[in-house]
């Protein structure tokens, strides 16, 4: 990710972070050897090449905010799906006008199952859209899938055509080999996860009879860390998302000439305020997901950290535990509602008194709390009557999931499988996917997606997004044991 990336979506709901630096304290640190590169030509079955061939095709399309191009996305892929032997009554295009008047659309597909289990259907999601890439920054043409030592690279090789790839190429191989599931499966592909997530909003009230499930399985969330040999350490179940949110924070002042300075100053006094919010830090709070991140990434974890992690899983309120934890970012944001001072702006002229201040104040609010309540608490630990908070957007909030059995059991045998005792991690992530608008919705929630990745490969929406070719062709052998584990006989 890269400062211009960052900028260049600063208006979205979820800004992603890097999804590596949780896994900071489990990696070991050896660079002796190169991992495998393995090569795409080297994976031959129907399904693989046909994989390749669906992943190369939309990564071609720029279906990025802006550019109109989500429904072509949209209408290849259902083209795949009428191939591949799903009836049209059960393919369907979603057309949607957004917000900001460009054109999307999501994609539904059901599997019919034969309901034989008596169990809910499972909706699988992923997202069609893009950030943006400009192709004169990258090294090779963003929009062509290009293999090189090992790797794809290209804008969605990860995020997330990745995750509509392999979920598509599941659905079709299943299909060509005749499996009935025992409950019904249904795609949930959106169209501006990236931009505001309105398809999924649709999808989850909207086209919620298209949609309705038990439980939602998110291919663009959770996943696999390797370490720098390549080597498999652990695979995030992704349960809860905390809740974004931004204030203006303003002050206003009759001004005047600055030759005659008064004792009240819009300035002074709003830099008090962010000094007084500064010092604030929210009560801790735990859930089951982040209890059991604590639990399980305490036993791959050195001390003090490790020691801390498992201090804090058993009581969040251990002073030790979080005077550890507290210095260290990723890990302190997982235990409270952190807002941190983001933009400021004040004055109009040298030569006059501010007549107002202003800035903005970012919070990742911890799932259960309402972003008025968080309001409410700046107000008051800002200490100036005269203080105007402003909600900016949304400020949308869900709940975490509850940790689901049959999940875990399928995703720790699909990934054992591959990777044979890694442990499986629960995580709350502090951005925000497709994931919060289904649990928003009453639908729990889980980021899945079969990916593994190395630190230094974690390219999401930032240049030279990339994939390792055998990651890719994992995925396929991880999402086919998942499907036919928890809807086959
Ligand atoms: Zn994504």
Redesign the pocket.
């Known amino acids: 990710m890269t400062p211009d990336t960052i900028l260049s979506n600063n208006n979205r709901q979820g800004i ?1 972070m890097i999804r590596t630096t949780l896994i900071t304290f489990i990696l070991l640190l050896c660079f002796s050897s190169a991992y495998s590169q393995s090569n795409s030509a080297d994976y031959n079955a129907d399904y693989q090449r046909n994989a390749l061939e669906i992943y190369r095709h939309i990564i071609s399309i720029r279906s990025a905010a802006g550019h109109g191009k989500v429904p072509e996305v949209a209408k290849y892929l259902a083209d795949q799906f009428r191939d591949g032997g799903f009836d049209d009554s059960d393919i369907h295009v979603l057309p949607q006008t957004l917000s900001s008047g460009e054109e999307t659309a999501s994609l539904v597909v059901r599997y019919e199952g034969d309901d034989s289990s008596g169990r809910e259907p499972i909706l699988l999601i992923a ?1 069609m859209d893009v950030v943006d890439a400009l192709p004169k920054d990258w090294e090779r043409d963003p929009f062509t899938l290009v293999e090189e030592d090992g790797y794809f690279f290209g804008r969605g090789t990860l ?2 055509k990745f995750g509509i790839t392999t979920l598509t190429t599941t659905f079709l191989r299943l299909k060509a080999a005749g499996f009935v599931p025992n409950r019904d499966l249904i795609l949930g592909f959106t169209g501006d ?2 931009s505001g997530m309105e398809t999924t909003r649709a999808l989850a009230t909207e086209y919620r009879e298209l949609t309705d499930a038990g439980y939602v399985l998110n291919a ?1 969330g959770g996943g696999g860390f390797l370490d720098h040999n390549g080597r498999a350490i652990a695979f995030m179940i992704q349960g809860a998302e905390k809740t974004f949110a931004s204030f203006e924070l303003t002050i206003r002042n009759p001004g005047g000439h600055s030759s005659l300075p008064r004792p009240d100053n819009a300035i002074y006094e709003l830099a008090t305020v962010l000094k007084n919010i500064e010092a604030y830090t929210f009560p801790t709070q735990i859930n089951d997901i982040t209890r059991g991140y604590f639990e399980k990434t305490a036993v791959v974890t050195a001390a003090p950290v490790g020691d801390a992690m498992k201090r804090f899983a058993a009581n969040p309120n251990d002073e030790k535990a979080l005077a550890v934890l507290s210095q260290h970012p990723e890990q302190n944001s997982v235990t409270r509602t952190t807002c941190v001072a983001t933009m400021l702006s004040a004055g109009h002229a040298e030569n006059a008194l501010p007549q107002s201040a202003t800035a903005t104040v970012n919070c990742r609010i911890f799932p259960g709390v309402a972003v008025e309540d968080v309001q409410a608490k700046l107000f008051e630990v800002g200490a100036n009557d005269t203080l105007e908070i402003e909600i900016m957007g949304e400020g949308l909030s869900s709940p975490a999931s509850p940790i689901n059995e049959e999940v875990t059991a399928a995703v720790s045998n699909a990934v054992h499988k591959q990777h044979p005792d890694i442990p499986i991690i629960p995580y709350m992530a502090p951005y925000g ?1 497709d994931g919060k608008e289904m649990r928003r919705a009453g639908m729990p929630t889980y980021g899945v997606m079969g990916l593994f990745v190395r630190p230094e490969d974690e390219f ?1 929406h930032g240049l030279n997004e990339r994939v390792q070719v055998d990651v890719f062709f994992g995925a396929l052998e991880y999402w086919h044991d998942m499907l036919t584990d928890l809807a086959g006989n």
């Open positions: 992603k997202h995020d997330d996860e990236e663009d996917t999401a």
